[in-house]
């Protein structure tokens, strides 16, 4: 297996986090859990393998397009075959330019984005099956998108609001906190818990949750602290809160979640 990551054009910077490449040879069932990132992801599949995600009723196979929702719990995912696939990860709350939907409709699943979308997106998939190389894709995708983006041009200024929204967020996420951010923008804290729904499909609290989780990932593929300096620095009052918080986005502890690395999941820790 392997991943490659490619930077957007710089008028989608502020909107996409990157783009990436995975490619996979082998034949072999591959089976993973996915965890909360706080972004959501459009893939473009390219190649011959399926991929099939964890339902109520079972596994189904994913679309050639697939939009990935918000993820707020494990998610099991299986695979076969070899895999080409294009992804673009957004930002978490920037995935609204390109959507008039309710972000949350999409949370916990892989939906198909040419049910969203419509021709464009499926031409879109068919240019880049065709297209001569990756630069050629990366091309394609930025020319896509920026237009998409010019379109939106109306919900840059709104977009730009929630962004800060979410940058104060993280540095202090209490209830008190929260009210005073709001005035800081001169809103109500009830539009401001509304605006950041709206936006990335989670409440501010779970945003929260998420970010200090995503933090606490990245520190442990850092592999340069123990577990308790871990929690802290990733915001968690106590080891015991860093621990269930932890388990109820991944169904493992920390230290079993070291032993079981995998290489789906390391795409959160970039």
Do not use: C
Request: avoid cysteine; glycine fraction near 8%.
């Amino acid at each position: 297996m392997e991943f490659r990551h490619f930077q957007p054009a710089k008028v989608l910077a502020p909107y996409i986090r990157h783009y990436y490449v995975f490619e996979s040879a082998g034949n072999a069932v591959y089976e993973d859990t996915v965890f909360p990132s706080g972004d959501m992801e459009i893939i473009f599949n390219l190649g011959e393998g399926i991929w099939e995600s964890f339902r109520e009723d079972g596994f189904q196979n994913n679309p050639a397009i697939e939009l990935w929702g918000q993820i707020t719990r494990p998610l099991q995912i299986r695979s076969s075959g070899a895999h080409l696939m294009l992804g673009v990860r957004f930002f978490t709350h920037t995935t609204s330019f390109l959507l008039d939907d309710e972000i949350a409709i999409f949370n916990d699943q892989v939906s198909d984005l040419t049910d969203v979308m419509g021709a464009g997106i499926r031409h879109l998939h068919g240019t880049l099956q065709e297209a001569p190389s990756f630069t050629a894709r990366i091309a394609l995708l930025d020319e896509f998108f920026t237009s998409r983006l010019m379109r939106a041009s109306g919900r840059q200024e709104r977009l730009d609001r929630v962004a800060h929204i979410l940058t104060s967020i993280t540095k202090d996420a209490t209830e008190n906190n929260i009210g005073r951010i709001a005035g800081t923008f001169g809103i109500t804290t009830r539009y401001l818990h509304k605006l950041v729904y709206q936006h990335t499909g989670l409440s501010p609290k779970s945003f929260d949750k998420i970010h200090r989780f995503k933090t606490s990932l990245k520190l442990i593929g850092e592999n340069k602290m123990p577990l308790t300096s871990i929690a802290y620095d990733a915001g968690y009052f106590d080891q015991s809160h860093f621990i269930r918080d932890f388990k109820s986005f991944t169904g493992l502890t920390p230290s079993a979640y070291i032993s079981n690395l995998s290489a789906v999941n390391q795409m959160l820790i970039n």
